[in-house]
């Protein structure tokens, strides 16, 4: 029996259901440059070329780079432990279970990872966690939409860009009015929220500092969204949840996080971890898998999948969400990491990236031409205002192995000349000390 | 078993019709096949419900379901109880259990007698 997954009838009969002449017919939307050559793959290599070959792959990398980016993503200090209690094999799983109450330990886990996200953000329940902090703020956008069953979305233009972007592309089949309210140099505008946040608005959604750094107190305008009828959501970065004013105690309705900056590394960009919490009236909208504590007929403690009749296999096409899976093991790996620095030791970790972004602010300004775009409060991430255009300075530095920050022109029209700088407490002094220098030389 | 004095829908929903306005739960029967309810949504004061439309669902241990409203008008009273003691439909679907009280837009048409809706949850049990 040959392994062909259809048979060329079966082929000739799908094409002609949708109405397509050919498979090349069907693929005719992918440019022939991105198909692939050949299915002739090369013969099987051995494990020492292999590992020669991944070792000149990896020589391509940046590693050795000081870097000053953030935007949504933080390089901080994850301590050894962490990888060591992951890895274990109890543990090493991406997924929930199929039989999750056949597995007590992976759903404890979970279930002490919702523990302990609800305490940083201050909110009443948690999810056992999606994909990253854009799809968790999208989910956070479609609960508030049935929640309220309105349309209309107002977003601040200072929330992630990125997050912005998928907020469109998610729902761009599915009717929703945007109203984007600009920021004001990189301030949110709270007044222009609470104008665009009338009674017919689904949710007002802002982000905790903002894509900016700048850090806001948003409960006056969840407050005032709440009297409209509309539900309050914000997205934060949880390192400095522990010093800032948490969602939980602005009124926030629902809260989201890219968990990231709790033990997982940058890694190019994934795997990460969205973080979704709510209030209590909120729990019916949350999607995908929330692990409950009960216990059995003899009154021991137990461990279960709870609220199951949001989810897809008992709702259908009525379900919450089609995701009904979650990021296990990042977010075993963001307990890992809270318990180890505990509420202390997180504290301390925002308090000295907070402190080296005041410190590097302050070196930064102090050469001629340059200035923060705002004088609004930050925390450990600021922006810039250049005299020439960020990405010159972007090129030149990083080829002399600084990378400087972001650059908000990227996504921020008329700001080509600002740059993001992010800090953490593993930026030194003296790397402050060494880019201060080098962009003054630069500028000089 | 099944009260005389009200109307039902194929779907397991009964009404109640006094004058101008309708009471509106669902059968013993529906409730036995849901079996212990955990959440009742129901729709609020001043929606409009039409007859054979979605107005709301129910969520019980093992299935979530949709309730069609047997009646088509504006919904003047809701039963708050139901938001925190949803197991008032599971002891009593007829009384304490009742969902949505509407004001009438038109009196109500093919609707099943007690005897029409025993036959066809009989029907519908097998």
New interface residues.
Partial sequence: MPFVPHTPEQIRDMLAVIGVGSTEELFAEIPAAMRPKSFDLPAGRSEMEVLAHMERLAQKNATAQVSFLGAGFYDHHIPAAVDALTSRGEFYTAYTPYQPEASQGTLQAIFEYQTAVCRLLGMDCANASVYDGGTALFEAAMMAVRQTKRRKLVVCEALNPIYRVMLASYTANLNLEFVTVPHRQGRSDLAGLAVAADDATAAVIVQNPNFFGCVTDFAGLFQGARAKGAVSVISVYPVLQSVLKTPGAMGADVAVAEGQSLGLPLSFGGPYLGVMTCTKDMI?QLPGRIVGRTKDLDGRTGYVLT?Q??EQH??RQ?ATSNICSNQALCALRALVHLCLLGEEGLRRTALLSMERAHYAAERLTAVPGVSLLSDAPFGNEFALKLPVNAFEVIDALTARGYVPGFPLGRYYAGLENCLLVACTEKTSKEQIGMLAEMLGGMLA | MIPANLLYTKSHEWAKIEGDTATVGITQFAQEQLGDLTFVDLPKVGDQVTAGSEMGSVESVKAASELYSPVTGEVVAVNEDLVSAPEKVNQDPYGAGWMIRVKLAAQPQGLLDAAAYEQAAAASAH
């Fill in positions: 019916r609220l009749a949001r008992i709702r009525k």
